[in-house]
C-alpha cells in the first residue's frame, strides 16, 4: 500500500527556533493535512492543502504557522518561533478527495521543544 | 466548538469476547464518520467508515451509526491481544477538510 512519508522522525529544538517539517504525501493525492497530537490528548487538526492553497484551518493555526508545497512532492509545516506548548506528534495526511475519502497518515514527527 | 465524545477506559475484554466501543457527537449536520485505531506511538490506522444510518459490518468489525441520537458505535468480534490499541473516533466537518476525533478509548484484550 502506497505511504506518507514524513521527516524527521524527531526534531528537538530549543523554544523561539523555526522548525519546517516535511512531508511526501501519496502521489495522487490531492488533499494534504497536517494534525498533532499532544502527548495524552486527542488528534487535533491544524489545516487542509488543497489546489495551493489552505482549504480550512483550526484555531491552532495561527500566524506562528505556515504550510507550503514547494514542488509536487512535497509539503511542509513551518513553525516560525516555536514555544513549549508545540511540543507533539506532527502528523501529515492526504487523501484523493474530501469528505468520505481515506485519510493517509504517515508515522509522524515527534517535535520536542525545550 | 464540534464536540466527538467518548468513554477514555480502559476498556478490558477477555480474548474471544465482544469489545464495545461508543462515541458521540455534537454536530448534527455531520455525514462521515470513522473509527481509527492507534498503537501506541504510531499514527492512526482506519478501520471503518459509516455514513448512513444502521450497521457496516467488515470482518470482525461492525459499526453502527444512529443520527438521531448522534451516536456511532464499533463492535469487535471475538477480540485478539492484538486488538489491544486506543480506538478514535472521528467525524468529518461541515466542509469535509477537516476530521473532529475524540480522546479515544483504550481497549485491551486480555489472553
Known amino acids: 500500500e502506497p505511504e506518507v512519508t514524513q521527516t524527521p522522525s524527531h526534531q528537538v529544538t530549543q523554544m523561539g527556533q523555526e522548525v519546517i517539517l516535511r512531508c511526501v504525501p501519496i502521489?495522487?493525492?490531492?488533499?494534504f493535512y497536517w494534525y498533532r497530537q499532544i502527548l495524552g490528548q486527542k488528534v487535533e487538526f491544524l489545516v487542509s492543502f488543497y489546489n495551493n492553497e489552505i482549504s480550512e484551518k483550526s484555531e491552532i493555526f495561527d500566524d506562528q504557522f505556515s504550510v507550503e508545497r514547494p514542488d509536487g512532492s512535497n509539503f511542509t509545516l513551518k513553525i516560525r518561533s516555536t514555544k513549549l506548548e508545540d511540543s507533539a506528534m506532527y502528523f501529515c495526511?492526504?487523501?484523493?478527495?474530501?469528505?468520505?475519502?481515506?485519510?493517509?497518515f504517515g508515522s509522524g514527527t515527534q517535535l520536542s521543544v525545550l | 466548538q464540534k464536540e466527538v465524545e467518548q468513554n477514555s477506559g480502559p476498556l478490558s475484554v477477555p480474548e474471544g469476547a465482544i469489545a464495545s466501543l461508543n462515541c458521540t457527537y455534537s454536530?448534527?449536520?455531520?455525514?462521515?464518520f470513522f473509527w481509527y485505531r492507534q498503537y501506541s506511538g504510531k499514527s492512526p490506522e482506519l478501520i471503518m467508515s459509516i455514513y448512513s444510518n444502521g450497521d457496516k459490518e467488515d470482518g470482525r468489525f461492525t459499526a453502527q451509526l444512529n443520527k438521531a441520537s448522534q451516536y456511532v458505535s464499533l463492535l469487535i468480534r471475538d477480540s485478539q491481544p492484538s486488538d489491544s490499541a486506543t480506538y478514535l473516533c472521528a467525524v468529518n466537518s461541515n466542509s469535509g477538510y477537516a476530521l473532529n476525533f475524540g480522546k479515544g478509548t483504550s481497549l485491551l484484550v486480555t489472553p
Open positions: 454536530d448534527r449536520v455531520s455525514q462521515s
Open positions: 502521489s495522487n493525492h490531492l488533499y
Open positions: 495526511a492526504s487523501s484523493r478527495d474530501r469528505g468520505r475519502e481515506k485519510l493517509f
